[in-house]
T-cell receptor, first 113, second 113 residues
Framework: EAGVVQSPRYKIIEKKQPVAFWCNPI?????LYWYLQNLGQGPELLIRYENEEAVDDSQLPKDRFSAERLKGVDSTLKIQPAELGDSAVYLC???????????FGPGTRLTVT | AQTVTQSQPEMSVQEAETVTLSCTYD???????LFWYKQPPSRQMILVIR??????QNATENRFSVNFQKAAKSFSLKISDSQLGDTAMYFCAYLEYGNKLVFGAGTILRVKS
């Protein structure tokens, strides 16, 4: 069974440029998460989807961040415009229902210069 | 909001020996889940072990076991017969209502040969 797939693995952009990250969850997992992980810290939830509905986006900075999950499968996280402070690892995870373990992808390391 | 505290930023252990990583959490809930995740330098977050709060029996997965003290809100991870491949960052995580996973700051574990 394939795990959570993320791309790209690394991205370097200049500040004020847009950037997008893509995530393909484990087949059949209805819940998808995007996390932000700063260096030396634990991941922090940005947004959670149940199928195609964003059910928790309270931590998503909506002035510059947006996300979508078309057809309840793949998801894209976008930042526009990027700021220096957005440099971090962006992790995607998926799970099968509430209370079940979340499976993480390898993450995308974003560097904003 | 629930918090997870890992008081040991770094730990070292000799190969084949046993090490215990500490974790405490704060919650007013009675039913919840606790996890230990491992994140090696490759960044892939891997589930190590899971504990349901309603179960009194401590979870065990091969060389990994936990000491779950619900009243004390403590959830430590014991790694027996440490191996070089156990070198990683270890995160304690609490799953709260609504499926939000709250992570601690992590403990870097170095296994020495």
């Amino acid at each position: 069974e394939a795990g959570v797939v993320q791309s790209p693995r690394y991205k370097i952009i200049e500040k004020k440029q847009p950037v997008a990250f893509w995530c393909n969850p484990i087949s059949g997992h209805n819940t998808l998460y995007w996390y932000l992980q700063n260096l030396g810290q634990g991941p922090e939830l940005l947004i959670r989807y149940e199928n195609e509905e964003a059910v928790d986006d309270s931590q998503l900075p909506k002035d510059r961040f947006s996300a979508e999950r078309l057809k309840g499968v793949d998801s894209t996280l976008k930042i526009q415009p990027a700021e220096l402070g957005d440099s971090a690892v962006y992790l995607c995870a998926s799970s099968l229902g509430t209370g079940n373990e979340q499976y993480f992808g390898p993450g995308t390391r974003l560097t904003v210069t | 909001a629930q918090t997870v505290t890992q008081s040991q930023p770094e730990m070292s252990v000799q190969e084949a020996e046993t090490v215990t990583l500490s974790c405490t959490y704060d919650t007013s809930e009675n039913n919840y889940y606790l996890f230990w995740y491992k994140q090696p330098p490759s960044r892939q977050m891997i589930l190590v072990i899971r504990q349901e709060a309603y179960k009194q029996q401590n979870a065990t997965e091969n060389r990994f076991s936990v000491n779950f003290q619900k009243a004390a809100k403590s959830f430590s991870l014991k790694i027996s017969d440490s191996q070089l491949g156990d070198t990683a960052m270890y995160f304690c995580a609490y799953l709260e209502y609504g499926n939000k996973l709250v992570f601690g700051a992590g403990t870097i574990l170095r296994v020495k040969s």
